[in-house]
């Protein structure tokens, strides 16, 4: 996948979580379509919000643990989505915060397994 293909999955892991659940909530209403693409411009300032679990994943695969670093990607990527949905209520500073807050424990077992050896 290389440097580029990692960065491209990094940045729209997100956007792309939030609209597949609204697809999921709203594609059967007939407005939907018409206003996806405005609505897409919005998820502008949420993409460097997936970056912390993108690189907390990628630290943890580089130190060899790479069925845990997507693992872990996977399930806290699905929770990150779901809290990003009620954040979004509040501004992309709190979809950004819970991002953060959302990664602490890939970076937290990056930081005791590196400490492990």
Known sequence: M???GFWALALLWLP???VATALVRFGAEPGFWMSLP???GSLVPVAPCGLPLALGCR???RLGYRRDAWMAGIILG???VAASLVAGLLGPIAIALYAV???LPVWAAV???ARRG
């Open 2 to 4: 290389g440097r580029r």
């Open 16 to 18: 792309a979580g939030i």
């Open 38 to 40: 405005m609505q897409l």
């Open 59 to 61: 630290r943890l695969w």
């Open 78 to 80: 699905v929770v990150t």
């Open 101 to 103: 807050v959302l990664s």
């Open 111 to 113: 930081w005791w397994l």
